[in-house]
């Protein structure tokens, strides 16, 4: 199972009720999933008053898939899309002082419910600058995406 591991790694053994199997994120109408057609193994950690309780700013879920192994985080967002890059930064810098796995591991994703068009070109320069300082990917859709896996 591949959040037993996960769990440890995370110094998070007594949160289980933050830890399941499920391929599927969803909040308010946002919808995130995995077209899992290999059965890959797929651990799914609630960030947001779960994992991290404090006040600082996390993403709404994580996810590590197997064989290869890659990280997904997750923000399910209303309209404040330049907010969840930096609820992904944060969760990123958070998880991988743990993890300790490369940059290109992850994939940031924010499933947004409305992109207006003025923060189109605020979103590509602030994903711009999270790839060139960060080397982390983000991705933003509208209301539902499908990773393939």
Known sequence: MP???LKKTLQAENKNECFDNSHVAKE???RFSFNNKTNKSICRVKVDNCL?????KKCDFFFKIEKPIKYYLVELKGVKVDDGIEQIISTYENVNSKIK??????TGVIVSSS???ATNLRFRRLQDKCLREKKLKILKTHIEHVEPI
């Open 101 to 106: 796995a490369l940059p290109q591991d992850y």
């Open 3 to 5: 959040c037993s591991g």
């Open 115 to 117: 992109v207006p068009k």
């Open 28 to 30: 308010h109408g946002k």
């Open 52 to 56: 991290i309780t404090g006040s600082e």
